[in-house]
Structure formats: structure tokens, C-alpha cells
């Protein structure tokens, strides 16, 4: 039986996923001055690798594409411990 069989049945279980393109540092009142449609720059650009954290542990790896002018990840790697 694959790995994919054996969990089969917790297909339907919500995880949270969280992709860290890059880390940055406000001051409070920046924080309190953001309003929605703000947009934070990166350092970070197509092609760089990054972290995917599935429930708050770090498992996979990817990098950063654009498809039709949008950020998405490829997932490159997955964590085996």
C-alpha cells in the first residue's frame, strides 16, 4: 500500500498551509497605518526557494513562479523526517 493510500481517509481534514516568502520588520505605527489593498514588496523574486509549513511544521520546500501575472509555488522537495 503507498503512503497516499495508507492516509487516504484523512483526505477530507483542513490543514493550514503557510508559504514564507520573506520576513520584515514594522514599527507599530506602520502596522496601524495598513489598510486593505496595502502591498508589502519583497526582497524575494521568481526562482528563489522558500519554506511550505503545513500546521505549523516546516515539511516541503518550493520556489517561487509566476503564472499569468501571479505568485505561485512549485513544490520542489518534501521533508522525510
Do not use: K, W
Not at 516568502?21 to 524575494?44: A, C, F, H, P
Not at 513544490?75 to 523526517?81: Q, Y
Amino acid at each position: 500500500m503507498t503512503p497516499q493510500e495508507e492516509i487516504a481517509s484523512l483526505g477530507e481534514i483542513p490543514v493550514e498551509i503557510e508559504v514564507e516568502l520573506d520576513r520584515r520588520t514594522l514599527r507599530t505605527r506602520e502596522v496601524l497605518e495598513l489598510e486593505v489593498g496595502t502591498v508589502l514588496g519583497t526582497s524575494r523574486s521568481a526562482g528563489e526557494n522558500i519554506d511550505i509549513y503545513v500546521g505549523g511544521v516546516l515539511c516541503a520546500s518550493g520556489e517561487i513562479v509566476v503564472i499569468e501575472n501571479a505568485l505561485g509555488v512549485r513544490i520542489t522537495d518534501f521533508r522525510e523526517d
